[in-house]
């Protein structure tokens, strides 16, 4: 089991996209009232108070949309500003970064990831749920500002959804071989999305793999990941290909985070609650941080027992929340 020293944060549940895999249409989201959600100054204390002092010193913020979060920006700078922080990255669908881009880097925010589901806006309007003006422009000027503004490694996710995106899968791998970006293919999962799942939801990355080795060929990269990711590369191409195979692949084992939900409960798993804990309440009772030290530090030693269910099989143990809601 690795060090767990990487805590993904979920800064807000609401998105201004609604992708089919991460909020499927007619699904009702109940969202954390604001009063609900963790204050910076909760989130900063229990930074400072109660994970460093376990040994996290890295961190990662999500959503939702983390974008939507406000004073973002501050709460980066304040983030970084730590001694301990070794490490702070950010994943963004993308929509609203070009803008502020600049300061984002500025305030100390060392890496990023971006959705990019597709290269055909109209297919990424389609998995996104855009109804309207289309919004695969402004993504796109998001990651050429990210790019232009120096993030390293700039990784971009792709969802690979069979009889979506899947034939794209050689035009998505194809941005690596030019500038140092990092596509990585991530296997689809039944979270929330049963119906879209289907009999087959999920493409193997073994099967992603060996679709670019017979067009390219493949090499084992120079750049190790440090996730979950099998990364390689294109022969000659400046980027890397990452794929993260959840449902083919077991890495629990490998699992070295935890997430923070943007209401405080910190949850050891993806897809396996047990254990959380209610880290907001416990703060605006009163409870002290030394005694959340020894919470967390439980948490952490039971830890390798905890894995999500229904790995193997694909298409079982579907999950009743949303990824948004999960802060995945």
Known sequence: MNQVDYLRISL?????????????????????????????????????????????????????????????????????????????????????????????????????????????????????????????QQVWDGIQAAYHVGFDPLKLNVVVIPGVNDHEILDLAALTIDKQWHVRFIEFMPIGNSELFGDRGWISSSELRQQISDHWGLTESQVCGAGPADVCQIPGAKGTLGFISQMSECFCDRCNRMRLSADGWLRPCLLNETGQLDLKTALRHGVSTIHLQEKVKHLLAIKPEINFKGRDSGTTGAYSRTMSQIGG
């Not at 108070?49 to 004073?71: A, K, M, Q, S, Y």
Request: hydrophobic share 40%; with cysteine.
């Open 12 to 136: 807000i549940d609401r998105c201004n996209f609604r992708c089919q895999y991460c909020m499927p249409e007619g699904s009702e989201l109940d969202y954390i009232l604001k009063q609900q959600l963790l204050t910076d100054a909760e989130l900063l204390t229990l930074i400072k108070e109660v994970f460093i002092p376990v040994g996290f010193t890295r961190f990662r913020l999500t959503g939702g949309e983390p974008l939507l979060r406000p004073r973002v920006v501050e709460l980066v700078e304040a983030i970084t500003s730590l001694p301990a922080t070794q490490d702070i990255s950010m994943t963004t669908n993308g929509f609203l970064l070009a803008p502020i881009a600049q300061n984002l880097y500025d305030a100390g925010l060392q890496r990023i990831n971006i959705s990019l589901d597709s290269l055909d806006p109209h297919i990424f309007d389609q998995i996104i749920g855009s109804r309207g003006r289309s919004r695969w």
